[in-house]
């Protein structure tokens, strides 16, 4: 435990400094959202459309921020020896990786609070007590999120080439979300049509629990295989 909080401090002044990722991770979605939603749009609008059109922005700020601050973070650490080192001070790699997923899960926490505290300014019909929420609930399915996407640590590839298979990824799962036909469990394989449905509650539970399983699973498999010596020098 007390290597999980000593590195923890050590990645949260690490994410302080990063400002780019910051902008990129918030920023972006909340330009995009004020140049969309700032014009011709009435203010009283349904609180359930409201949510339904808020969660792809939720969808992204979460997914992005796994991305960019955890899986690429792990992959530029193992390609310059830093994971091995943190792993031979703490003797374990999940510690390490436990450390890095704690503090991301508070700047996700805080990206999406700052999100939703902008989306209350603009839409007064949202409840307060609902977005936060949803802020939590948010918070806690990027656990499981994190999971299926630690596939992507089993890939022997540098930091620059993992960075265009991001880029293409997210990409790719955005165009998917809007794919229609498919039955829903087939649909909540894409991290982020999982991420929309359950934090507007739409769906079977059953569906969500099973989901959310396989998510946790493959992610405790990847880490279990994931290799921490650096491929690249």
């Known amino acids: 435990m007390k290597q999980i909080c000593a590195l923890s401090r050590i990645f949260f002044l690490e994410a302080l400094s990063n400002k780019f990722v910051l902008i990129f991770n918030l ?29 792809l922005y939720w969808g992204y700020i979460i997914l992005v921020t796994i991305f960019n601050s955890i899986i690429l973070n792990v992959v530029a650490q193992k390609e310059r020896g830093i994971y091995l080192e943190y792993t031979l001070i703490s003797r374990s790699k999940y510690q390490v990786f436990i450390a890095l997923v704690l503090v991301q899960l508070g700047t996700i926490f805080t990206e999406l609070l700052l999100f939703n505290s902008i989306a209350l300014f603009i839409f007064p019909t949202l409840r307060y007590l609902k977005l936060l929420e949803i802020t939590f609930l948010g918070t806690f399915l990027a656990v499981p ?11 022997k590839t540098n930091e620059r ?25 087939i649909s ?32 405790w498999m990847s880490l279990v295989k ?7 020098k």
């Open 27 to 55: 920023i972006l979605p909340v330009g995009i959202f004020l140049a969309n939603n700032t014009q011709g749009l009435p203010r009283n609008l349904n609180e359930a459309l409201l949510i339904e059109q808020l969660s």
């Open 145 to 155: 999120v994190i999971g299926i996407l630690s596939l992507l640590l089993l890939l």
């Open 161 to 185: 080439t993992f960075s265009v298979i991001e880029i293409i990824l997210i990409f790719t799962l955005f165009l998917l979300d809007d794919v229609k036909g498919r039955s829903e469990f």
């Open 188 to 219: 909540l394989l894409n991290p982020l049509n999982y991420l929309r449905q359950i934090l507007i509650l739409h769906g079977s539970w059953s569906d969500f629990l099973l989901v959310t399983f396989i998510y946790l699973i493959t992610g």
């Open 226 to 232: 994931f290799d921490v010596r650096p491929q690249y």
